[in-house]
């Protein structure tokens, strides 16, 4: 540690075997000093401080009485792979910056939720691939983005050994354990650095992840190999196991020479050697210098959290990006922990219960009302169809629960009913129902007809484990059936409460004045919600077969007429306010068919520039000009990550005159 510098002061959870090589060469980092041991037993923690004498405070005792200190900036987790994600969440509510140890958890649905926790705290968060510090890999990089080797083809890499038993947490499904998560994230981590630096990135996720593997008698992977295609045209061969030794090395093949590394990982404190073999050259040994990787890695953290960023080698999209490799591996040879499965209790990540509207990142919610629902109807509607697993949809929901968001839509046919499953799974674990507005949609084609509704509905509910939709929409219309037959089948289940109100998606205009006009006549309840295709761009068809769009300007005034509430689907376009069109890139041909018009790419140009005045993209504009129109919107989107769904509540806070309306919409020249 230099004598001038401010210690950086650590604490180590978990005082287990990786705990004391980071203790052991902590000492070598600039300033980083061991002032905390914590442990769920306190005679492991006092041995360990036994072992590695504490500077002051000298703490030793349970979690929560090390991350009560205030003088502890900094914790290193290193217990059992199902330890972290509470753990580093309860140090980031207690203003402590992480350093926890690999993998960052289980899986990317609790990744994601913990990363984002990270992003809205002062904390750093830093998954401990250490030997992404060490000069041997600093030097590796460089090469491959030097062009040393040419053109990068292939990465072999493995890291993988044999226990001899089957006893520990290695073998163990409750604690995560297998060779997959505890050692063959390594060379996936370096496949992914290598083909980033071959494209001057800190990392490049895969296109595709194929795995085969062996399942032992606990249920854990003892043996398991992926072949990976990355951007770039770059593959690679990963292979990992707890029972079965296989030499632990990389090699990296480019078009002009190979990269070959007899020790990628362990990386003791002793120099390593780089074997760089070059077309027409001299075979080369590139020694690098002894260093302390642990020592390095806090290093990085430190100096992050005094700069207020996050750490460039392994930011949170990284070691996201990370998760989800690794949860595609294990998909590929059937493992899934008990922990994940869909039917169990995934509690929330802090352990917490839910509090509706209690996480307030970015603009408020805003809400609306719909005749027959007697809820709240959040102004956003979280699309439930991008979801790959409890874990994921448990994130997502969670986040959107808590930014104050109460209406979900679901829909029969989204991932043949596994989609309704995990969200009637969510509903049971947080116990919720009551709390949220649950639109349900069937009937979609070829099963459009009274008789599928009835079945449809029936299954959908059974799916979601509830008895009623609070919202229920025909997916699509069939124009050869009487609409009367559609409106007696949906005022039968209205009447019988499993719905309180009902409409239809990618109906007409005409059909919908039809089936009100049925309905008045015969004493039946009529439509009070409709989701067409809406927003911005006025679109020039649409994306799929049987759907309809109500961008066009007859349909706007028969919605201001009507009143009838708006649900929108494809409010941003399918992305074309995102900065992917562009009148050059044709690249896209359902986006160049649907929206690619003068008019549209003027509408985006007004729509930038006003977002740059406001200091939003131009897909908050978007969003702001459906939520401002004179009948009620409630905007569906269908956000993949914790992420794009923040950023997409950014058009919440947007007021829009009249004059700003009409001149988006270019009925106006001027605003």
Known sequence: MSSSATPFRWAVLGPGAIARRFASQLPDSQDGVLVAVGSSSAQRAQDFADEFPLDGPALVGDYTQVLASDQVDAVY??????????????????GKHVLCEKPLTPNSGTSMALIDLAARSEGVLLEAYMYRFHPQTARVLELVADGAIGEVAHVDASFAFDTGGRSGRLFDTSTAGGGILDVGCYPMSLARFVAGAAQEKAFADPLTVRGSGTLGETGVDEWATAHLTLPGGITASLRTGVRLADPQSATITGSHGVIRLADPWSLGQEPQVIELDVVGQEPQRLTVPAASAYALEADALARAAREGTEVPELTGENSLGQARALDQWREQIGLRYPFEADDTDIPTLTGRPLTAGGVQTGPAMTYGSIPGVDKRVSRLVMGCDNQMNLAHASAMFDAFYEIGGTTFDTAYIYGGGYIEKLFGQWVRNRGVREDIVVITKGAHTPHCDPESITRQLEESLERQGTDHADLYMMHRDNPEIPVGEFVDVMDEHLRAGRISAYGGSNWTPARVDEANAYARANGRTGFTILSNHFGLAEALDVPWA??????DPDSKAWLEERGIALLPWSSQARGFFTGRAHPEDRSDAELVRCYYSDEN????????????????????IALAFVLHQKFPTFALFGPRSIGE?????????????????????LRASAR
């Open 77 to 94: 987790i290193s217990t059992v792979h199902t330890g972290h994600a509470r753990l580093a969440a309860q140090a980031l509510d207690a």
């Open 546 to 551: 049987g759907c309809v769009h109500a961008t």
């Open 601 to 620: 790419f003027e509408r985006l140009a007004r729509a930038t520039e006003l977002g740059a005045e406001r200091g939003v993209p131009a897909t908050a």
């Open 645 to 665: 769904m923040r950023s997409s509540t950014l058009g919440l806070g947007i007021e829009l005159t009249e004059a700003e309306m009409a001149w988006l919409d």
